[in-house]
């Protein structure tokens, strides 16, 4: 080969990876990824609503998987598993969207009682995780975990509410969780070591499952609200908005911001397996029509969206890497070619 085919195929494979680079980029700040309980199963879907690709399936570990988050690097998944109370963390792929090597993250050991919702604390050393088990005798609230796995100390919590779901960060920096069976929300301390009530108790907030902040806006789901109620409070003050009426959903769950920055998602369990699905809503409380629809063959689709979130946008400097990574295979192509004389 010659050094001029040499440099013009450099040359070719640096743009094409500037490419995949721009594209994997542009994919990735709109990705959804969806947790369908009832197949255990991810699945990846494009920030239009169309279904890309099932991230996983794993019979073998998951249990009525209830929550994900992605690492910020995009290397690690973590699915809570409610049904055994284990996280699951796996290698991620996500110019794939595709995860393997399932390795079992946290037990109940760990303490875990039926996780729901995980974030990173602010300082991405930890894990925060939401549990719906517990008692008021033997209260769960919240699991701490090392990012390296194994407990980051004891569980916390506070309030009027034993079992959590929904997690935020308030504006102020305090975690903010939502409490399932006591229909409140609850927020951290400063040093987010204990719980005490922000919003509530309020029949209102029956089954509060999905708690999202957006500026200075808190949005919650009432999921065993009959009258399927999403509502908007001030994040700073826990003031209720009564402009925002959104209602008649069928058991409201998650809430995230919708990846165009346009209003928010919802996704509805639906009042039977198979049934729900997930709504866009203005940020005035209009309903701007179902953002996805399950499907009757899991390989097309989710069937029940029970927790989703957006994949983090990946940063200009991990994009480079690829395209540097793929320069650097092929110069050493290069240099091994022309010892050998080819």
Do not use: C, W
Not at 141 to 166: C, D, E, K, P
């Amino acid at each position: 080969m010659t050094s001029r085919t040499l440099t013009r195929s450099l040359s070719v494979a640096l743009f094409a990876t500037m490419l995949l680079a721009q594209s994997l980029s542009q994919r990735a700040a709109g990705e959804i990824l969806i947790v369908d309980r009832l197949q255990n199963s991810v699945y990846a879907y494009t920030d239009t609503g169309h279904y890309i690709n099932t991230v996983l399936t794993d019979n073998t570990n998951l249990n009525l998987p209830d929550g994900i988050l992605v690492s910020p690097d995009h290397t690690k998944l973590y699915v809570a598993s409610g049904g055994n109370s284990e996280i699951v963390r796996y290698d991620y792929d996500y110019a794939t969207a595709t995860a393997t090597n399932p390795t079992v993250f946290a037990t109940s050991a760990d303490g875990l009682a039926f996780p729901n919702s995980m974030v990173f604390s602010p300082d991405g050393s930890k894990i925060y995780v939401a549990n719906l088990g517990g008692s008021s005798d033997t209260p769960v609230g919240i699991s701490q975990l090392n990012v390296s796995g194994g407990s980051a100390g004891a569980n916390f919590g506070g309030g009027s509410s034993f079992s959590f779901s929904g997690l935020a960060y308030a504006p102020g920096g305090q975690l903010l969780a939502g409490g399932f069976e006591g229909g409140t929300v609850g927020k951290s301390d400063a040093g987010i070591t204990s719980i005490s009530d922000f919003i509530g108790p309020s029949a209102a907030l029956s089954g509060v499952a999905g708690v999202m902040v957006n500026g200075n806006d808190l949005y919650v789901s009432a999921l065993l609200n009959p009258a399927g109620l999403v509502q908007k409070f001030d994040a700073t003050t826990g003031a209720l908005d009564p402009s925002f009426n959104v209602s008649g959903l069928a058991a409201p769950q998650g809430i995230m911001l919708a990846p165009d920055g346009n209003g928010l998602l919802v996704g509805s369990l639906g009042f039977s397996a198979g049934t729900g699905v997930i709504s866009r809503i203005g940020f005035d409380g209009t309903l701007l029509g179902v953002f996805a629809s399950p499907q009757t063959d899991p390989s097309l689709g989710f069937t029940e969206a029970t927790a989703f979130g957006a994949v983090p946008e990946p940063s200009t400097q991990a994009l480079a890497g690829i395209a540097l990574a793929a320069v650097g295979f092929l110069a050493r192509r290069r240099r091994t070619s022309q010892s050998v004389g080819v």
